[in-house]
């Protein structure tokens, strides 16, 4: 069975300064890993995705996610984080027992930025 | 391409009562799925269909019926509305052919409340 943990379900950083948010995931077989952010009143929108190619994945507005199986780790980054940042950041993992491919979410973590 | 869309955007309902909220994709996608998001809660969900005439439960289907009559089309019924089901509700679709790895394109939300 696939899980995933979102570390922090809060994390508040300054404007210029980095972003670190840390997810771990559980799961039987080669998993996908995906970060999707969620801005306030907004769908979902891919912010990036693991597949099993570099384990370094960058993505959109400077964030990116190192795949660190050893950790079963997928944490996300950004060098500088930028006002706009604000919003609710979700882990998912997604792998295939039986050819069925249903992703399963984290809680979230919603990112602070403050001037 | 209008990606995924949802109607209506918001919703006010009396326990009891029924109503169906409507999704739609317009990218030919195979996979199309019901979520409900609770404060702090991550996605939950429902329902998945992975193509035209077959729909199966996810996490918290009760209370929920979905039917798939074509591939654009998705809607999820709640036939007896409770307090519980007061949520926002995420459509979403992806073209899984390949495997686990495919991303998921959201619509903008169903924000639902049952007094």
């Known amino acids: 069975a696939q899980s995933v943990t979102q570390l922090d379900s809060h994390v508040s950083v300054s404007e210029g300064t980095p972003v670190l948010l840390r997810c771990n995931y559980s799961?039987?077989?080669?998993?996908?890993l995906f970060w999707y952010v969620q801005h306030p009143n907004k769908g979902l929108q891919l912010l990036l995705k693991?597949?099993?190619?570099?384990?370094l994945v960058k993505g959109i507005n400077g964030f990116e996610a190192e795949f660190k199986k050893s950790e079963t780790s997928f944490h996300l980054t950004k060098p500088s984080a930028h006002m706009s940042d604000a919003a609710e950041y979700f882990c998912?993992?997604?792998?295939?027992?039986?050819?069925?491919?249903?992703?399963?979410f984290g809680r979230g973590t919603s990112l602070i930025v403050h001037p | 391409n209008a990606g995924v869309t949802q109607t209506p955007k918001f919703r006010i309902l009396k326990i009891g009562q029924s109503m169906t909220l409507q999704c739609a994709q317009d990218?030919?996608?195979?996979?199309m799925y019901w979520y409900r998001q609770d404060p702090g809660m991550g996605l939950k969900l429902i329902y998945y269909?992975?193509?035209?005439?077959?729909?199966d439960k996810g996490e918290v289907p009760n209370g929920y019926n979905v039917s798939r009559s074509t591939t654009e089309d998705f809607p999820l019924r709640l036939e007896l509305a409770a307090p519980s089901q007061t949520s926002v509700y995420f459509c979403?679709?992806?073209?899984?052919?390949?495997?686990?790895?495919?991303?998921?394109?959201f619509g903008p939300g169903t924000r639902l409340l049952v007094l």
């Open positions: 998912v993992v997604s792998d295939s027992p039986g050819g069925s491919y249903i992703p399963t």
């Open positions: 979403a679709s992806s073209y899984a052919q390949r495997g686990p790895q495919e991303t998921q394109y």
């Open positions: 799961s039987s077989y080669s998993p996908s």
């Open positions: 693991y597949t099993s190619a570099a384990t």
């Open positions: 990218m030919n996608h195979n996979y």
């Open positions: 269909s992975v193509g035209a005439g077959i729909t």
